[in-house]
């Protein structure tokens, strides 16, 4: 069955300090892959998305993520945070034969020190 | 203009009560969604549809009852609510089955009390 793992709960960077968020999943394919953010009392927002070609995917506010499938993985990079980056990360994996339904991690939750 | 509304934002009820979340997105998608979000932020689908065609139908009970009037429109009722019920309902919308992406409203706070 496919699956999303984010291993890390919660994660803590200073403000200007470099971010990486872990996804891992499994599918026999390469899935449509998408990282989304939750503002606290918002729904989600996309990030960014890779579906084929360049392995290094920009998305918005600064965010890049690099599919890695010897890997597996799906991680999302900032090179530097700011305090309103913090919220609440979903990675989310979309199969790409059937029923097009979204499996997401359990999410991985960012504070950021001033 | 926002994209995908939902109403009511926030939903108290006591056990028993009959409730209905309504969705609306005004960006000519023609697949719309609801999603659960427990308290431990896991976010699980339970319905889709496509031009007003159910087209997911996980497994929920059978107390909630999805209805599309429309393509724009997406609701969701539920009956003889139950503590376990209470949770963050998210409506989503997308081209297309999801591969670009979806746009999520900004979810209802239901508390079965």
């Known amino acids: 069955a496919q699956s999303v793992t984010q291993p890390d709960i919660h994660i803590t960077v200073s403000e200007g300090a470099s971010l990486e968020l872990r996804c891992n999943y499994s599918y026999g394919a390469t899935p449509y892959l998408f990282w989304y953010v939750q503002s606290p009392g918002q729904g989600l927002q996309l990030l960014l998305k890779y579906f084929s070609g360049d392995t290094l995917v920009q998305g918005i506010k600064g965010f890049e993520a690099e599919f890695k499938r010897s890997q597996s993985s799906f991680n999302l990079r900032k090179p530097s945070v700011h305090w309103s980056d913090a919220a609440e990360y979903f990675c989310a994996v979309v199969p790409t034969s059937g029923t097009y339904k979204y499996i997401f991690g359990t999410g991985t939750r960012l504070k950021v020190l001033a | 203009d926002t994209a995908v509304s939902q109403t009511p934002k926030y939903l108290v009820t006591q056990m028993g009560n009959d409730k209905s979340i309504k969705c609306e997105q005004n960006l000519g998608h023609d697949t719309m969604y609801w999603y659960k979000q427990d308290s431990k932020k896991f976010l699980k689908i339970m319905f889709s549809y496509n031009n007003k065609e159910l087209i997911i139908n996980e497994t929920v009970p059978n107390r909630f009852s999805p209805k599309s009037p429309d393509k724009a429109h997406l609701n969701l009722h539920i009956n003889s609510l139950e503590l376990g019920d209470s949770a963050v309902y998210f409506c989503?919308?997308?081209?297309?089955?999801?591969?670009?992406?979806?746009?999520f409203g900004s979810g209802t706070r239901l508390t079965v009390v």
């Open positions: 989503a919308s997308s081209s297309g089955q999801g591969d670009y992406g979806y746009t």
